[in-house]
């Protein structure tokens, strides 16, 4: 991954950079499907307060997943 085995900032900061564009792509079906869940819900007389946070706070544990695997 690193030339060097003590990489400096700049090469850890680019290997995460690559990273996290990788997976970006990855994570969008994450991110549509809670802003559908809050469109949903403020659809279905929710306040748009509690639809935001529902929305976030399934977001929230979906990404925690996510990055635990």
């Known amino acids: ?9 700049q090469e850890m900061r680019e290997t ?6 990788d997976n970006a792509e990855l994570l969008v079906p994450l991110f549509d499907a809670a802003d559908g869940m809050r469109a949903d819900l403020v659809k ?4 748009a ?9 399934w977001l929230a ?6 990055g635990a695997a």
Do not use: C, H, Q, V
Not at 1 to 9: H, L, R
Not at 61 to 66: G, Q, R, V, Y
């Open 16 to 21: 995460l950079a690559l990273s996290l564009m």
């Open 61 to 66: 544990a979906m990404l925690a997943k996510a």
């Open 1 to 9: 991954m690193f030339g060097n085995t003590n990489p400096s900032i």
């Open 44 to 47: 279905r007389g929710w306040s």
């Open 49 to 57: 307060n509690i639809a935001e946070y529902l929305a976030g706070s």
